[in-house]
């Protein structure tokens, strides 16, 4: 069962991202603020859900939600300041969205950039301990794949309504056929390193 909040009564939002380990598009973070009471007993980390349950879950998160909100950070973004970076201030940009501003942030995973004039806490595995985060790994991750399925209809030949952008061999043997999109990361190692064993 997972926990309504961390500090009771206090404004709480909890935050994760999506598409960290991708080869290709921006990573997008989400911040929810959950009323206290909120239930729902599918609600999940969205790695733990299939996919027709977490676009179920997403009109309700949204509806029910005191406030919610999506942060994107480019894949030009991503090579300049690093995917750890990017992925901070993609949670940055979801949380200055909010209204009302949190009191306290519940961060999924072990590191987070402070965000100005509010208290953190991070949490490793957060989406599987805590509603609010898990709300938000449900709408990152929706509103993600369905950036990347925009993004499919101009380079199908990657099959990113598949793969996402993740690594997979079909995703690295189109970037060695065809070579790399306007939306690869760059700093990113594209292609796996041929070792020869002599």
Request: hydrophobic share 40%; proline share 6%; with cysteine.
């Amino acid at each position: 069962m997972l926990l309504p909040y961390l500090e009771k009564n206090r404004i709480e939002a909890g935050c994760d991202e999506a598409g960290r380990g991708c080869l290709a598009g921006a990573v997008f973070a989400s911040a929810v603020i959950l009323p206290p009471d909120f239930r729902n007993e599918l609600l999940n980390d969205s790695k733990q859900l299939s996919e027709k349950q977490r676009y179920r879950l997403r009109p309700v998160i949204e509806k029910e939600a005191v406030a919610w909100a999506i942060g994107i950070v480019t894949p030009e973004e991503i090579d300049k300041i690093n995917i750890l970076n990017a992925s901070f201030l993609a949670m940055h940009r979801a949380v200055e969205q909010l209204a009302p501003e949190p009191e306290h942030l519940l961060i999924d995973g072990n590191r987070f950039k402070p965000y100005p004039g509010i208290k953190h806490t991070c949490v490793i595995k957060g989406d599987g301990k805590y509603l609010s985060i898990a709300a938000a790994s449900v709408l990152a991750k929706t509103y993600r794949d369905d950036y990347m399925q925009e993004l499919h209809k101009q380079f199908p030949q990657y099959r990113w309504d598949r793969n996402k952008g993740y690594p997979t061999k079909a995703h690295r043997t189109a970037i060695q056929e065809t070579g790399a999109s306007p939306y690869h990361r760059m700093t990113f190692q594209l292609l796996e390193r041929q070792l020869a064993i002599f």
